[in-house]
């Protein structure tokens, strides 16, 4: 195990999972104090039951404060200020957070604002500026899942001056994340694949980041591990509750392991494409995930090789020979949404051409590869990358990608 | 992994290891709205050389800073409140404790004394609740580390405290402070945490999330505690040991597993010996035990101990047997090259009986008493008549 | 048992030479960056995408020394190490004197020094992408190979002997004048 002159890692939540995990809430919330929470959640969640469920959980441990299920698709300021008004209205002392990554980050940022009794949100985004423990936060993710019930980041859209607010300290981190096999249950074939394999390029690219340390790169193994074992099979029975709890147990992994590693490839350009054509996260990730490998094939093979025991296990890795173990992470990767795209009808897309919408219109127009290419050139990510990125290679890979075709490594300038 | 029964894991503390990490400490204090720390430490037992390197570590920074070092190895509550006593005159905002054991159990103490505001640290007690995170605390291990620095137990005064508030927020592990000076002491903390550590790793109910804290410090160990036993200039396979030996102490406060943890912690208290020496001597006959119970957890070690090639070479019959023929082989290279300086059983450590008697009568109160009586005579204990 | 209570305080300024050394590259790099974008095209393009007041610091915490860079009147300029001469609209910041003397003595890159946590981004991260990509190509003119491949996580080997030759007088003869 490798260790690196420096490094720095921290995962301060406090994680509690099991079939059953809902239920020691409240005892959770008197340990911090608190027997007051506001519920916050999203229209989704809610019709699928989960917050039902949740409170059921609760209802003689604690009085809850409120339950707010506005919360939009993509973050939103004015949501933030709203629940942090019904938040202070009902003398609430923690907030519950029941969702997906646009929920935890809504949830984390009504902390900020009630906890600093912020009037401006903004003034708290610089690096440094939030350093004050925040109020009790307990986070119930519900897909297997973006990992944002570990990481220390929000983001919180303006939508009235168009920007984008970041905020990056340890004190966002919940002080709880439940992980409890009943909040994945209802996500449909098509959600969990797309999910899944967001967690497992979450996984994958914290292990080969340049942020990446030994701890770091143990949550990845284990992540890797539980996410290629079960999703497959999650995927085609949806109420498989050990392996629901297994991906969520994976997926928390994956988030604990990036939100220290960082990411790199695989995400700048999947916000990218996000951004210019609203593909979902989760389908970026499982399109670009063997794409990013290819890129920075030549810069980390031996440290992607690493990921073929836990991945395939020891059959598959004793009979592979050391030289084309990092080729085989990348097409077991390729077997997995081919899997997935069986198992889902055909709604898992596998490269970019295929990804469509509701109505069946293409998503991912080719014309519209060099704006992503371009729009990738903004995006964080690319820092932590193994390899450098520049505007023809990002388009190299996107293209790759629409077309499902492999990555003419060839085309990589090599420094 | 079972995860049926479902499982809760905590480790509050952040860890920064390398190189100049203590230059950093500025920063991470304000990170937690900490401005003027006071450090708590000792000079015979931290040494000088630690102590100015912390101070300079701060020599940009324009903070004030209060350094108490006369901790000793007697240290008691009166101690602590005279630390406490200084700490509100000075009006400090965070500790950060520099050394290991007693000097880390002290500052532990102090900072639950000043975070709770009480008037007289003399009247804390195990029974006191620690309902509330404590005030901001860094711990900066030096060669000397036992593992429970990190861990959520204080040791003072035969008192002994548990909260997981009394975790660290930050570890910090510099390799100009964890180079060993002495390769028992390196030994022995590093045997500590390896049995501290495959006691939890191996237990049935083990979780996936400490997991990968006990996989990183057993690599660790496996990989570099020989090296930093034996060349003891070599900086990096110290600096491996001491992030393992601060992984041992989350290891150790999220698991109920502790059969050789207790053993040592007992040997501590009533004979003054590292927990590691005793620890390095139940751990064959532990193994064993456990080998008898359900070989497929010990097959699981492999992994970590073996690497990927030989695990995976290994058919899964011969894991378990694998497994505990490489640690063997690992402990008795340590215990060779220190050429006896670690006893490697009771008789040979020179315990006195009235000693041993002192033991004997705190390990038959253990609910499991009889089976840590078993373990001490099948280590030479037994030997020890009057 | 009492122990001696040392009651110090700790003053910035405690680590000279390496505040010169830091302050002397820092100086040395801002005149390098209003130099190199003069005479490098890719650096000129990325200064023409940030908007025109557009002005950047670069140095260390707690008091500097510090580099501000920024764009007057379409033109890159070297503003010196005033944090308040001019709104900044980015700021990296490295957390002490010894990350910085680890950076600028090329011990660590820039890349190395982001992934060992040595230096925060104050600003838009679009921002502090191209600031990065113009430090890395400033860095490759103003180094040997030797070092700038251990400076920068990609060395240009691709670029024309011709555009290095040219580049680096250009870049110096600009960087020792001032122009």
């Given at each position: 195990?490798?260790?690196?002159?420096?490094?720095?890692?921290?995962?301060?939540?406090?994680?509690?999972?099991?079939?059953?995990?809902?239920?020691?809430?409240?005892?959770?919330?008197?340990?911090?104090?608190?027997?007051?929470?506001?519920?916050?959640?999203?229209?989704?969640?809610?019709?699928?039951?989960?917050?039902?469920?949740?409170?059921?959980?609760?209802?003689?441990?604690?009085?809850?404060?409120?339950?707010?299920?506005?919360?939009?698709?993509?973050s939103?300021?004015?949501?933030?200020?709203?629940?942090?008004?019904?938040?202070?209205?009902?003398?609430?002392?923690?907030?519950?957070?029941?969702?997906?990554?646009?929920?935890?980050d809504?949830?984390k940022g009504?902390?900020?604002?009630?906890?600093?009794?912020?009037?401006?949100l903004m003034?708290f985004s610089g690096a440094?500026a939030l350093?004050?423990?925040?109020?009790?936060?307990?986070?119930?993710?519900?897909?297997?899942?973006?990992?944002?019930?570990?990481t220390l980041v929000a983001v919180i859209k303006d939508?009235?001056?168009?920007q984008k607010m970041l905020f990056t300290s340890?004190?966002l981190?919940?002080?709880?994340?439940?992980?409890?096999?009943?909040?994945?249950?209802?996500?449909?074939?098509?959600?969990?694949?797309?999910?899944?394999?967001?967690?497992?390029?979450?996984?994958?690219?914290?292990?080969?980041?340049?942020?990446?340390?030994?701890?770091?790169?143990?949550?990845?193994?284990?992540?890797?591990?539980?996410?290629?074992?079960?999703?497959?099979?999650?995927?085609?029975?949806?109420?498989?509750?050990?392996?629901?709890?297994?991906?969520?147990?994976?997926?928390?992994?994956?988030?604990?392991?990036?939100?220290?590693?960082?990411?790199?490839?695989?995400?700048?350009?999947?916000?990218?494409?996000?951004?210019?054509?609203?593909?979902?996260?989760?389908?970026?990730?499982?399109?670009?995930?063997?794409?990013?490998?290819?890129?920075?094939?030549?810069?980390?093979?031996?440290?992607?090789?690493?990921?073929?025991?836990?991945?395939?296990?020891?059959?598959?890795?004793?009979?592979?020979?050391?030289?084309?173990?990092?080729?085989?992470?990348?097409?077991?990767?390729?077997?997995?949404?081919?899997?997935?795209?069986?198992?889902?009808?055909?709604?898992?897309?596998?490269?970019?051409?295929?990804?469509?919408?509701?109505?069946?219109?293409?998503?991912?127009?080719?014309?519209?590869?060099?704006?992503?290419?371009?729009?990738?050139?903004?995006?964080g990510?690319?820092?932590?990358?193994?390899?450098?990125?520049?505007?023809?290679?990002?388009?190299?890979?996107?293209?790759?990608?629409?077309?499902?075709?492999?990555?003419?490594?060839?085309?990589?300038?090599?420094? | 992994?079972?995860?049926?029964?479902?499982?809760?894991?905590?480790?509050?503390?952040?860890?920064?290891?390398?190189?100049?990490?203590?230059?950093?400490?500025?920063?991470?204090?304000?990170?937690?709205?900490?401005?003027?720390?006071?450090?708590?430490?000792?000079?015979?037992?931290?040494?000088?050389?630690?102590?100015?390197?912390?101070?300079?570590?701060?020599?940009?920074?324009?903070?004030?800073?209060?350094?108490?070092?006369?901790?000793?190895?007697?240290?008691?509550?009166?101690?602590?409140?005279?630390?406490?006593?200084?700490?509100?005159?000075?009006?400090?905002?965070?500790?950060?404790?520099?050394?290991?054991?007693?000097?880390?159990?002290?500052?532990?103490?102090?900072?639950?004394?000043?975070?709770?505001?009480?008037?007289?640290?003399?009247?804390?007690?195990?029974?006191?609740?620690?309902?509330?995170?404590?005030?901001?605390?860094?711990?900066?291990?030096?060669?000397?580390?036992?593992?429970?620095?990190?861990?959520?137990?204080?040791?003072?005064?035969?008192?002994?405290?548990?909260?997981?508030?009394?975790?660290?927020?930050?570890?910090?592990?510099?390799?100009?402070?964890?180079?060993?000076?002495?390769?028992?002491?390196?030994?022995?903390?590093?045997?500590?945490?390896?049995?501290?550590?495959?006691?939890?790793?191996?237990?049935?109910?083990?979780?996936?999330?400490?997991?990968?804290?006990?996989?990183?410090?057993?690599?660790?160990?496996?990989?570099?505690?020989?090296?930093?036993?034996?060349?003891?200039?070599?900086?990096?396979?110290?600096?491996?040991?001491?992030?393992?030996?601060?992984?041992?102490?989350?290891?150790?406060?999220?698991?109920?597993?502790?059969?050789?943890?207790?053993?040592?912690?007992?040997?501590?208290?009533?004979?003054?010996?590292?927990?590691?020496?005793?620890?390095?001597?139940?751990?064959?006959?532990?193994?064993?035990?456990?080998?008898?119970?359900?070989?497929?957890?010990?097959?699981?070690?492999?992994?970590?101990?073996?690497?990927?090639?030989?695990?995976?070479?290994?058919?899964?019959?011969?894991?378990?047997?694998?497994?505990?023929?490489?640690?063997?082989?690992?402990?008795?290279?340590?215990?060779?090259?220190?050429?006896?300086?670690?006893?490697?059983?009771?008789?040979?450590?020179?315990?006195?009986?009235?000693?041993?008697?002192?033991?004997?009568?705190?390990?038959?109160?253990?609910?499991?008493?009889?089976?840590?009586?078993?373990?001490?005579?099948?280590?030479?204990?037994?030997?020890?008549?009057? | 048992?009492?122990?001696?209570?040392?009651?110090?305080?700790?003053?910035?300024?405690?680590?000279?030479?390496?505040?010169?050394?830091?302050?002397?590259?820092?100086?040395?790099?801002?005149?390098?960056?209003?130099?190199?974008?003069?005479?490098?095209?890719?650096?000129?393009?990325?200064?023409?995408?940030?908007?025109?007041?557009?002005?950047?610091?670069?140095?260390?915490?707690?008091?500097?020394?510090?580099?501000?860079?920024?764009?007057?009147?379409?033109?890159?300029?070297?503003?010196?190490?005033?944090?308040?001469?001019?709104?900044?609209?980015?700021?990296?910041?490295?957390?002490?004197?010894?990350?910085?003397?680890?950076?600028?003595?090329?011990?660590?890159?820039?890349?190395?020094?982001?992934?060992?946590?040595?230096?925060?981004t104050d600003g838009e991260v679009p921002?502090a992408?191209?600031?990065?990509?113009?430090?890395?190509?400033?860095?490759?003119?103003?180094?040997?190979?030797?070092?700038?491949?251990?400076?920068?996580?990609?060395?240009?080997?691709?670029?024309?002997?011709?555009?290095?030759?040219?580049?680096?007088?250009?870049?110096?003869?600009?960087?020792?004048?001032?122009?």
């Amino acid at each position: 195990m490798i260790l690196p002159d420096y490094y720095e890692f921290c995962c301060r939540v406090k994680i509690v999972a099991g079939h059953d995990a809902l239920e020691k809430i409240p005892a959770l919330l008197a340990e911090m104090g608190s027997k007051k929470p506001l519920i916050i959640t999203d229209k989704g969640v809610a019709a699928a039951g989960l917050v039902d469920i949740v409170v059921n959980a609760l209802k003689d441990g604690v009085t809850i404060g409120g339950i707010a299920d506005n919360v939009p698709p993509d973050s939103d300021l004015k949501v933030v200020n709203q629940l942090a008004g019904l938040y202070r209205d009902n003398a609430c002392d923690a907030i519950i957070a029941v969702g997906g990554g646009s929920v935890m980050d809504t949830a984390k940022g009504v902390n900020i604002v009630v906890s600093e009794n912020a009037t401006d949100l903004m003034a708290f985004s610089g690096a440094g500026a939030l350093n004050r423990r925040l109020k009790p936060l307990v986070a119930i993710p519900t897909t297997a899942g973006t990992g944002s019930e570990v990481t220390l980041v929000a983001v919180i859209k303006d939508h009235e001056k168009h920007q984008k607010m970041l905020f990056t300290s340890y004190v966002l981190l919940p002080n709880v994340s439940i992980l409890d096999s009943r909040m994945t249950m209802t996500m449909p074939p098509f959600i969990t694949a797309m999910t899944g394999m967001d967690a497992l390029s979450h996984a994958v690219e914290g292990y080969y980041c340049l942020q990446k340390n030994p701890l770091s790169d143990a949550h990845s193994l284990a992540a890797v591990n539980m996410i290629h074992q079960y999703l497959s099979t999650v995927t085609q029975n949806p109420s498989d509750k050990e392996g629901r709890l297994a991906m969520a147990v994976g997926a928390c992994l994956a988030g604990i392991s990036f939100s220290n590693s960082m990411v790199g490839i695989v995400h700048n350009l999947g916000h990218a494409t996000g951004a210019v054509c609203g593909v979902p996260h989760g389908i970026c990730m499982a399109v670009l995930l063997p794409y990013g490998l290819e890129y920075n094939m030549h810069k980390c093979g031996d440290t992607i090789a690493e990921l073929l025991l836990p991945m395939a296990g020891e059959e598959v890795y004793r009979t592979t020979p050391k030289a084309e173990r990092a080729d085989k992470v990348v097409s077991l990767i390729r077997q997995m949404n081919q899997d997935l795209n069986a198992i889902t009808g055909g709604r898992h897309a596998r490269y970019f051409s295929e990804v469509k919408d509701r109505d069946g219109k293409q998503m991912v127009p080719r014309d519209v590869l060099p704006a992503i290419a371009k729009a990738a050139l903004l995006d964080g990510a690319t820092i932590y990358n193994p390899e450098d990125q520049d505007y023809e290679e990002n388009l190299l890979v996107l293209e790759a990608a629409w077309e499902g075709k492999p990555l003419d490594r060839s085309k990589i300038k090599k420094g | 992994m079972d995860l049926t029964n479902g499982f809760a894991f905590t480790c509050p503390f952040k860890t920064n290891s390398g190189n100049k990490a203590l230059e950093n400490l500025p920063v991470e204090l304000a990170g937690l709205n900490a401005f003027k720390p006071l450090i708590i430490t000792s000079r015979p037992l931290a040494g000088c050389r630690a102590i100015s390197t912390l101070k300079n570590a701060f020599g940009d920074s324009g903070m004030t800073l209060g350094i108490f070092d006369g901790v000793t190895e007697t240290a008691d509550l009166s101690v602590v409140e005279q630390i406490r006593d200084i700490f509100v005159k000075g009006q400090y905002d965070s500790i950060i404790a520099l050394g290991g054991g007693v000097v880390v159990d002290v500052a532990k103490i102090v900072n639950l004394a000043v975070s709770q505001k009480v008037a007289d640290a003399r009247q804390l007690s195990p029974a006191t609740a620690i309902r509330d995170p404590l005030g901001p605390f860094i711990v900066i291990p030096t060669a000397a580390a036992t593992g429970m620095e990190t861990s959520k137990y204080a040791f003072l005064q035969g008192k002994s405290f548990v909260s997981v508030h009394l975790m660290p927020d930050l570890v910090i592990l510099d390799p100009r402070l964890t180079r060993a000076k002495d390769g028992k002491a390196v030994a022995e903390a590093g045997f500590a945490a390896f049995g501290r550590i495959l006691e939890a790793d191996i237990a049935p109910d083990r979780n996936p999330l400490m997991h990968a804290y006990a996989f990183t410090a057993l690599r660790f160990l496996r990989e570099n505690l020989a090296d930093a036993v034996n060349k003891r200039c070599n900086k990096k396979a110290s600096l491996a040991v001491a992030n393992a030996v601060a992984m041992s102490g989350c290891v150790i406060s999220n698991t109920d597993q502790n059969v050789l943890h207790r053993l040592g912690q007992v040997f501590q208290k009533i004979v003054h010996v590292h927990p590691g020496m005793i620890i390095g001597m139940c751990l064959h006959p532990f193994l064993d035990d456990c080998m008898k119970k359900d070989s497929s957890l010990i097959a699981s070690l492999l992994l970590p101990l073996g690497g990927d090639d030989k695990y995976a070479a290994m058919p899964e019959a011969g894991r378990a047997g694998e497994a505990l023929r490489d640690i063997y082989e690992f402990s008795y290279e340590i215990y060779r090259s220190l050429k006896g300086k670690i006893p490697r059983t009771i008789t040979e450590a020179g315990i006195q009986q009235y000693l041993m008697n002192d033991v004997m009568d705190i390990i038959n109160q253990e609910p499991d008493g009889a089976y840590l009586r078993t373990m001490i005579d099948r280590v030479g204990g037994g030997s020890i008549k009057a | 048992m009492g122990g001696l209570i040392i009651m110090k305080e700790v003053h910035a300024g405690g680590k000279l030479l390496k505040k010169v050394y830091v302050a002397i590259f820092l100086w040395f790099t801002g005149r390098a960056i209003q130099a190199t974008a003069k005479v490098d095209k890719e650096v000129k393009k990325e200064f023409d995408a940030l908007p025109d007041d557009f002005t950047f610091a670069l140095g260390c915490l707690p008091n500097g020394p510090w580099m501000v860079v920024g764009k007057e009147k379409g033109k890159v300029k070297y503003f010196g190490g005033d944090l308040n001469s001019r709104k900044i609209h980015l700021r990296l910041v490295i957390k002490n004197i010894e990350a910085a003397f680890l950076i600028l003595s090329f011990q660590e890159s820039t890349a190395l020094a982001t992934t060992r946590n040595r230096l925060m981004t104050d600003g838009e991260v679009p921002y502090a992408l191209s600031v990065i990509r113009i430090l890395d190509i400033v860095e490759v003119y103003l180094l040997p190979k030797i070092i700038a491949s251990l400076a920068v996580k990609r060395y240009p080997s691709w670029w024309s002997f011709g555009r290095k030759l040219a580049g680096r007088i250009g870049v110096y003869t600009r960087t020792l004048l001032g122009i």
